[in-house]
């Protein structure tokens, strides 16, 4: 009778949620569960891998991301797009003014930065959650202007999902226009919520990906969805990640980019046609990150979007 006592005993050990705490090293913000990390939230640019351009510094991302069991489930600075990473906020094709930054493949296009999201300031943080400001930058003016300004808010927590040990993730994105002249934004098949997966899925066989439409990553590109999720073996064990769409966000359900060449994916409302954020009307989207050990199961993930899309929030 011990043996199975232990057994249980282990398996609730397992599933039960700690108490998320946070800490600021340097320009990290770094959130652990009992002393397990859940994410860093990099503020200003971070260190490049020995041998890459400095030009590739970037911050006003989150990266890493683990699991409950601490397995890596994002990348950055891959070599095949250094400027990936982790999960962050970005537009690619643009229109301000007689400009056209782009402040997605910051540092691709030479020595200097043409464009870039910058982190401004970290407005408060908590035990499991911050606030912080980015702007989008134009580097191709004199003096430089500034296009948005962006508000993150991002709560942090663990719980136990129906049986399931899961890092969760809210994030809420709130875009302004900085001056009088509005962010076009025409049509193109990606710019928005960038997610850049494990560097150990780059190889095109390593990754998965599965929409709430059944859709694999082959048939999901171009297509809609309510969530996605991005995933594959970490240390001989699947670990991923759902990314769940809030049915507020412009364009629900919201167009998604899922590369076929590398572990990478956004959501990109552009691909449905022009638009742009105007003056005086904030962009607001919602997201939340479900990070979790074990293969996707559709059926589960699609409870907890039914949750996050229903819930009321204070």
């Known amino acids: 009778?011990?043996?199975?006592?232990?057994?249980?005993?282990?398996?609730?050990?397992?599933?039960?949620?700690?108490?998320?705490?946070?800490?600021?090293?340097?320009?990290?913000?770094?959130?652990?569960?009992?002393?397990?990390?859940?994410?860093?939230?990099?503020?200003?640019?971070?260190e490049v891998p020995e041998g890459v351009d400095l030009v590739f510094k970037h911050g006003a991302h989150l990266h890493p991301i683990y699991s409950p069991s601490g397995k890596l489930v994002t990348g950055n600075h891959p070599e095949d797009h250094r400027w990936h990473r982790g999960v962050w906020f970005a537009w690619t094709k643009t229109e301000f003014g007689t400009s056209h930054p782009d402040f997605w493949n910051m540092g691709k296009v030479g020595e200097k930065l043409a464009s870039e999201v910058r982190f401004d300031q970290l407005i408060q943080s908590t035990p499991n959650s911050f606030t912080s400001q980015h702007s989008f930058l134009d580097h191709s003016q004199s003096p430089d202007q500034k296009v948005l300004t962006e508000t993150w808010e991002v709560a942090i927590s663990q719980k136990n999902l129906d049986g399931t040990l899961t890092n969760i993730i809210d994030l809420t994105s709130t875009q302004t226009c900085a001056t009088n002249q509005p962010l076009k934004l025409p049509t193109y098949h990606y710019g928005g919520l960038g997610v850049r997966g494990n560097l150990a899925w780059n190889p095109v066989d390593a990754v998965t990906m599965l929409t709430s439409e059944g859709h694999d990553r082959k048939s999901g590109d171009s297509t809609k969805a309510k969530w996605v999720h991005i995933g594959g073996q970490v240390d001989g064990t699947p670990t991923g990640m759902a990314i769940l769409i809030h049915p507020t966000n412009f364009r629900f359900p919201q167009p998604l980019r899922l590369n076929p060449k590398n572990p990478q994916l956004c959501i990109a409302p552009s691909q449905d046609g022009d638009w742009s954020i105007e003056p005086g009307k904030p962009y607001l989207s919602k997201y939340r990150l479900l990070i979790f050990d074990g293969k996707p199961n559709a059926q589960w993930i699609e409870a907890q979007w039914t949750t996050y899309a229903t819930s009321i929030e204070p």
């Not at 199975?4 to 005993?9: E, F, K, N, T, V």
């Not at 050990?13 to 994410?39: D, H, N, Y």
Request: aromatic residues 4%.
């Open 1 to 46: 009778m011990k043996a199975p006592l232990i057994l249980l005993i282990t398996c609730l050990g397992t599933l039960a949620a700690a108490e998320v705490t946070s800490e600021k090293q340097g320009s990290i913000l770094r959130f652990t569960s009992a002393g397990q990390p859940i994410c860093d939230y990099q503020m200003e640019p971070g």
